[in-house]
């Protein structure tokens, strides 16, 4: 198991498609501890079926005291929780920070967009804050962009978004089993009908109820995958000049809400989180909070001094 943890980082994956050879590319330590953990999982499920010893996959574990309890992690009443069994072959990764865009950096990623599409994909997740599965698996019938949806059996006011847990031939998969409906702005639905109209010039694009399709590439009108969502966010970084992934708009919208004192429910909700320690990640302190926190200090020690 060790060597096979050692040969996932070290040997190099496959080439995507056809392009021109390129930098060889390797898994990172984390994907590898992923990897693993379904490996033991796999072991552990094989011994009542008689498949693996049990003290073969009792060797993958040991048992750990948390002496400091991640954010969120609570520890029970009587710190019973405390005691976890940690796996005992793993890389020792650092735990990354979460990233999320600035207003500048957001406008930039919108401004380097040179197609309707991939716009409104972009402007989606951040005015939403959708992860991007979600946004991959929407049907046309959950864009309810009319002032009124009574027509369609909706009874929510303005325009919004509902995103549904469905099985998609994309792979795409909302992550929250609840459904839930997101208000937009109308500058939202603008640009939603400017990808309309592009799509409306490709006929394959017609026969699919998703809403986001290839319209640049073979198959012409099949759904966006996985894959296709992270090559435009790969060329929109390069040209941008700085990290950009989906998943970091989904905290640039969160934060803009609890930035404009949005209630934490009402962003717990928006967000599709049933926790409200899930909600812990999404505040990003940014210099001007740090520098602004200080100067309101000093001001109120200054007027104490007067006093």
Known sequence: MSRFLRWLVEE?????????PSAPRYRSKATANQILTTVGEFLRFGVPNGWVAPETAAMLSEEKYLSFLPPGYSA???????VIDAKTIKFNVAVPGYEWLDDQQYEQLVNATTRARDRFLVSLLGATGVRIGEALGLHREDMHLLSTSVSLGCHVLGPHVHVRRRLNSNGALAKSRSPRWIPVEEGLVSLYAEYTYERERIPEAAESDMVFVNLFRAPLGRPMSYPNAKDLFDRLAAKVGFAARPHMLRHTAATRWVRS???RDVVQNLLGHVSPSSMDPYVHATDTDKRAAVDRLAAKRRQEERA
């Open 12 to 20: 190099p994956l496959p080439r995507r498609g056809r392009r021109a």
């Open 76 to 82: 029970g009443e009587d710190g019973q929780y405390r």
């Open 261 to 263: 004192d949005t209630p």
